[in-house]
């Protein structure tokens, strides 16, 4: 090992085991996440300073939300893998398509999917879908923050070859000690989008429909950018046009829609004042 690697913190990627069954990490940190982003949301309904006023959604519309973004998230973040990073693979072997346990989803895909999901069922639950869409993304974070705890866990989607002092040598990454990359986009497009967005609610966001959800776009984008420099690109890709990865590029479309967003939002009139 080199002399300023840091010994990686080996984890049992299945927290519980039970003849057959297991409880691994990364699905646990699905669990978790969808979970406290359901509490969250709904302190968040409940605080009516927030909206200047009652929120246009009802807590009941949220906790039958759940289920819809919860197959949003699954189902689009597994589309979005296929699709985006290995689809000649997938075309060659489409039984593995459904085998999301072995791993393999796409934020981007995600992202879509809760998109597609808070459309549905505004449409069906007859309430606007822009405040809907901007709670999701208020709470978001957390899950995303989960996830990247659980992708260093399972030693997966680590960094480029590094000399820093805090490069960790993961067990199948090779001998070099590389980026932990996973931690840096938890603290970023977890933590820190987390409480930025929390920042602009205080800041009356919520009040003007879209804020939230374009800011969430600009700056996930942003904060996913930036890792990429330092997260070594999927192997079956590699670098792309002009050496970026697939996260760049499908980063772009996303903060360009997230300032078209914000600045279409600040041109509409507020939420009626209670």
């Known amino acids: ?14 927290l519980i085991s039970v003849g057959p069954f297991a409880v691994r990490w ?8 969808i ?30 939300f759940v289920l819809w973004v919860t197959l949003g998230i699954i189902l689009g973040g597994r589309a979005g893998y296929v699709l985006f990073y290995n689809l000649p693979h997938f075309i060659a072997n489409p039984a593995e398509i459904f085998q999301v346990w072995h791993g393999g989803m796409s934020f981007h895909g995600g ?25 999701t993304c208020a709470v978001a974070p957390i899950g995303l923050f989960l996830g990247r705890l659980a992708n260093f866990i399972n030693s997966e989607l680590w960094g480029r070859v590094t000399d820093v002092p805090w490069g960790i040598v993961f067990p199948n990454g090779g001998s070099l000690p590389r980026h932990p990359s996973q931690l ?53 890709l590699g670098f792309l046009w002009g050496g970026m990865t697939m996260g760049m ?9 997230g300032i078209a967003l914000i600045v279409w939002a600040s041109k509409r009139p507020p939420l009626p004042q209670a």
Do not use: H
């Not at 949301?41 to 605080?47: C, S």
């Not at 246009?56 to 949220?62: I, K, N, R």
């Not at 808070?118 to 879908?129: C, M, N, P, T, Y």
């Open 1 to 14: 090992m080199p002399l300023l690697a840091l010994p990686f913190p080996v984890i049992d990627p299945v």
């Open 184 to 236: 840096y986009e938890a603290a970023l497009e977890g933590l820190a989008l987390l409480i930025l967005l929390n920042i602009f609610m205080r800041m009356g966001a919520l009040k003007r429909p879209g804020t939230i959800l374009g800011a969430f776009a600009l700056f996930y984008g942003m904060a996913r950018t930036f890792c990429e420099f330092f997260r070594e690109p999927d192997a079956q």
């Open 111 to 135: 992202f879509l999917g809760c998109v597609i999901a808070v459309i549905a069922f505004a449409k069906k639950r007859g309430i606007l879908f822009l405040p809907l869409g901007d709670l």
């Open 249 to 257: 590029l499908l980063s772009v479309p996303l903060m360009l829609i």
């Open 26 to 33: 990364y699905a646990l940190a699905y669990i978790v996440g």
């Open 35 to 64: 979970l406290l982003g359901w509490l969250y949301a709904r302190r968040l309904i409940r605080n009516e300073r927030l909206w200047g006023g009652p929120a246009p959604l009802t807590v009941q519309d949220f906790d039958d």
